[in-house]
Nanobody, 121 residues
């Protein structure tokens, strides 16, 4: 059994920065790709970023490319999402994922419970 626990979601002003963390427990996920999705109110969950086990292959959605950075620390079984220049439309619940099969949220092996990020002045 795998548990993913996100942290770091808060209220931040437009243009601000935030770092989310996702710690895994239950079994090591060092050989598993990890990622982040977001879900805004009334909308479907959408892909944000993913990283393979070694960090050598990283993908971002077009909307966050150049502003968000995904990274991982396999020793801590943790993945991070550094978010810069945040926009109000990025207000959403951010979900950590493990075992992604592409960017389709229907094809994820494990989910965290989500952490709320609110971008507002």
């Amino acid at each position: 059994q795998v548990q993913l626990v996100e942290s770091g979601g808060v209220l931040v002003q437009p243009g601000g920065s935030l770092r989310l963390s996702c710690a895994a427990s239950g079994r090591t996920l060092s050989c598993t790709n990890r990622g982040w999705f977001l879900q805004a109110p009334g909308k479907e969950r959408e892909f944000v970023a993913s990283i393979n086990w070694s960090g050598s292959s990283i993908s971002y959605s077009d909307s966050v490319k150049g502003r968000f950075t995904i990274s991982r620390d396999n020793g801590k079984n943790t993945v991070y999402l550094q978010m810069n220049s945040l926009k109000p439309e990025e207000t959403a619940v951010y979900y950590c994922a493990a075992g992604l099969h592409g960017s389709d949220y229907h094809r994820v092996d494990y989910w965290g419970q989500g952490t709320q990020v609110t971008v507002s002045s």
